[in-house]
């Protein structure tokens, strides 16, 4: 008989390694995430340029739902956000009586997402109608942005057919028949979640791209309707109920010129399914949440909007707000990133110190940092001038802005949700964290909308170009250098110099076909320049009341990181740089005295 070998008693020193109670303790060493805090409360550069920026009366009654938004966004919202997220819609061919009768299963965070963004905020309807959150007008159109900017570093997904209603009952107030208002209009802005209609975009085809003009989709007239043919290759929100879209009426020119801009129902208002199928949902990289789909069109009907030849023109107006809404999105997934990593570095040790305190971290957390702010600067400034509707001087502000800040954003958003992965090491590259859906959700910005290219040329070829707006928007800028009393006179007159230096160089590439290679460098510079001064104007005035001047320190930032043109391989940031980026890395307020003094270093 073999001897039993002695029952192994785990020692000591293995429990204290092993153990259930050590595992736990080890976790203490890794970083948290933003979960239950209140993104409204902690962002201070939001709530600083809100008191700027926003009607005092508006803002005070704005402020618990901001608040309320902000615990959501840090807790219920963020969770339900990454359920949707793992759960990605489903696309249903049949019903199970074999009929044609497809339908798009999405999991009930994805609704309950909605619910709190249309039923409960009513982010669709407040630009539009009065009584939203209890406010007795329209809401400006910076109010609407601030939702959604709090909204986005939570959720992205739902945004996007938040605006598409938002933007298609717009459409449909501005160019759609009485007949259309009265059977749809009111529906697609209430907050009645049983009785919601919502709006949905079908515009590419496999031909065009962003080259909409050369679209195929073919309409047929039949009585009062038309009868569409053909398909759509990227369509937003493609359980929508009801969907703008442009196609070319039977016997129309070519290009722009010849498509009408048309409003098609999901359902007929006899109730019958309007005659179109969702073939396939795409397999996206990022805002898997919402379902995007390829639809073909067999006779389905709908109503024009407007006049037939000015579809695409028409079109653009829906497009302008909708680049809008991926600038702020972009602005709050940054904060999101930059809330991250500020995290991270401030509760990891590494080396012997916090991760805050390596001054290479510190320098990645100020880019993060600056990108951030500019993000939400320039959204503060198009969200004011768009509410200046009848103001034509306005209107051409919006109109080099909008196409400007939408490709910097969003490129920017790319950088500082990639670096915000890094700041948080391997577990940024895991799921189980907020870093991997931010970086997934990041990269649509630069797509949707058009590319980097196409906004860079719409800047420089046509805002440029065609329309000057660019002495308009370099007029508003010097006035508010010229009103801000808190700017040190030398810093002034460098904002004023690289002012008018990238409004030049913006023209001559404009002017000069051969130089368009240069469109985008010349939009980005455009970019820096506008968020420098507007960051000095809002940092003196801060810190002329008493608050904090931080941002004088971040428009210098701007000038030296991102327009600077020291080459790569010198030595940049003098003597004044470890303080200042001390000073924007601290909670503490910095007083205008102080802001000036780093500035003159």
């Given at each position: ?38 993104f409204y409360e902690i962002d201070r550069s939001l709530r600083d340029l809100l008191a700027l920026y926003m009607d005092a009366d ?212 006899d109730g019958s399914r309007n005659n179109y199928r969702i073939v396939r949902l795409k397999d996206k990289l990022g805002s898997k ?313």
């Amino acid at each position: 008989m073999n001897e039993m070998s002695p029952i192994s008693v785990p020692s000591a020193t293995n429990a204290r390694l092993a153990g259930r109670d050590a595992v736990a303790r080890r976790s203490q060493h890794l970083a948290p995430d933003c979960s239950g805090l209140n993104f409204y409360e902690i962002d201070r550069s939001l709530r600083d340029l809100l008191a700027l920026y926003m009607d005092a009366d508006l803002l005070r009654h704005l402020g618990p739902h901001l608040t309320r938004l902000g615990v959501l966004a840090g807790g219920r919202l963020n969770d339900l956000a990454d359920l949707a997220d793992k759960h990605p819609p489903r696309l249903h061919y049949r019903d199970r009586f074999g009929r044609d009768e497809e339908w798009i299963e999405v999991h009930p965070a994805y609704d309950e997402i909605k619910r709190i963004a249309f039923g409960e905020f009513g982010m669709h309807a407040m630009a539009h109608q009065p009584g939203v959150l209890g406010w007795p007008d329209r809401m400006p159109p910076l109010a609407k942005q601030a939702f959604f900017y709090l909204f986005s570093q939570a959720e992205f997904g739902v945004l996007c057919p938040v605006n598409l209603t938002d933007c298609t009952s717009d459409l449909l107030e501005r160019y759609g028949s009485s007949e259309l208002k009265d059977r749809y209009l009111d529906r697609m802005r209430t907050q009645d979640m049983d009785a919601l209609l919502y709006g949905a975009q079908f515009m590419t085809e496999k031909i065009g791209g962003s080259d909409a003009g050369a679209a195929e989709l073919t309409a047929v007239r039949d009585g009062d309707g038309w009868r569409l043919y053909g398909e759509k290759w990227f369509c937003s929100n493609a359980d929508g109920d009801i969907a703008v879209l442009l196609a070319r009426p039977e016997g129309a020119p070519a290009g722009g010129r010849g498509l009408g801009l048309f409003l098609m129902p999901r359902t007929l208002p006899d109730g019958s399914r309007n005659n179109y199928r969702i073939v396939r949902l795409k397999d996206k990289l990022g805002s898997k949440s919402m379902p995007s789909g390829e639809i073909i069109f067999d006779g389905a009907m709908a109503w024009p909007l407007g006049a037939l030849d000015r579809g695409l023109k028409q079109m653009l107006e829906m497009v302008n707000p909708s680049r809008v809404s991926h600038l702020t999105r972009a602005a709050g997934m940054m904060r999101r990133c930059l809330n991250e990593s500020l995290q991270v570095a401030r509760h990891r040790k590494a080396f012997g110190k916090r991760v805050v305190d390596h001054p290479l971290m510190r320098r990645q957390l100020l880019k993060m940092l600056i990108k951030t702010e500019q993000s939400l600067s320039v959204m503060m400034l198009i969200s004011v001038m768009m509410a200046r509707s009848d103001d034509p001087v306005a209107a051409k502000i919006v109109r080099i802005l909008t196409p400007i800040a939408k490709y910097r954003a969003s490129r920017d958003n790319i950088a500082v949700a990639t670096a915000a992965m890094e700041a948080r090491g391997g577990n940024g590259y895991i799921e189980d964290w907020p870093n991997a859906r931010l970086v997934r959700d990041a990269h649509l910005g630069v797509i949707w909308d058009g590319t980097s290219s196409v906004n860079a040329l719409d800047v420089i070829q046509r805002a440029v170009g065609k329309e000057r707006a660019h002495r308009q928007l370099g007029d508003a800028l010097s006035e508010r250098l010229a009103d801000a009393r808190g700017i040190p006179g030398q810093f002034r007159t460098r904002l004023e110099r690289t002012l008018a230096q990238a409004l030049s160089f913006a023209e001559q590439v404009a002017d000069a076909p051969e130089k368009e290679r240069f469109s985008r460098v010349a939009a980005s510079a455009l970019y820096h320049v506008t968020t420098a001064v507007l960051m000095a104007n809002e940092g003196a005035c801060l810190g002329e009341a008493g608050g904090d001047a931080r941002r004088l320190l971040m428009a210098r930032f701007v000038l030296e990181h991102r327009l600077s043109e020291t080459p790569k391989l010198a030595f940049d940031g003098g003597d004044w740089e470890e303080p200042a980026i001390s000073a924007l890395l601290d909670d503490a307020i910095v007083p205008l005295d102080k802001a000036i003094e780093l500035l003159a270093g």
